[in-house]
């Protein structure tokens, strides 16, 4: 089993910038691709961004492209969101989620395990 603990959510005005972190533990040998997904109110939750279990490839949804940078640093086991010039329209709740390598891996029923999420507000 692997347990994921997302953090690092809160309340930013449009324009500002935010780092979420996802903090993995359990079977942490095995190797795991990572994702970020997002659910706003009333919506489905969509991916947002997948990094392999090596870090060396990186993908993005193109909404936020540009903007947003994923990253992990295996030695604390730990990944991370860092979220620039966010809009209104970022606010959802954000989840990691991570898998052995599928294809696609931007689909949510292709991840074995999820964090419970954590909120981010973008205020206009």
């Given at each position: 089993q692997?347990?994921?603990?997302?953090?690092?959510?809160?309340?930013?005005?449009a324009?500002?910038?935010?780092?979420?972190?996802?903090?993995?533990?359990g079977?942490?040998s095995?190797?795991?691709?990572?994702?970020?997904?997002?659910?706003?109110?009333?919506?489905e939750?969509?991916?947002v961004?997948?990094?392999?279990?090596?870090?060396?490839?990186?993908d993005?949804?193109?909404?936020v492209?540009?903007?947003?940078?994923?990253?992990?640093?295996?030695?604390?086991?730990?990944?991370?969101?860092?979220m620039?010039?966010?809009?209104p329209?970022?606010?959802?709740?954000?989840y990691?989620?991570?898998s052995?390598?599928?294809?696609?891996?931007?689909?949510?029923?292709?991840?074995?395990y999820w964090?419970?999420?954590?909120?981010?507000?973008?205020?206009?």
């Amino acid at each position: 089993q692997v347990q994921l603990v997302e953090s690092g959510g809160g309340l930013v005005q449009a324009g500002d910038s935010l780092t979420l972190s996802c903090m993995v533990s359990g079977r942490t040998s095995r190797t795991y691709d990572m994702n970020w997904f997002r659910q706003a109110p009333g919506k489905e939750r969509e991916f947002v961004a997948h990094i392999t279990w090596s870090g060396d490839s990186t993908d993005y949804a193109d909404s936020v492209k540009g903007r947003f940078t994923i990253s992990r640093d295996s030695a604390k086991n730990t990944m991370y969101l860092q979220m620039n010039s966010l809009k209104p329209e970022d606010t959802a709740v954000y989840y990691c989620a991570a898998s052995p390598t599928k294809d696609p891996y931007y689909s949510t029923f292709n991840m074995d395990y999820w964090g419970k999420g954590t909120l981010v507000t973008v205020s206009s």
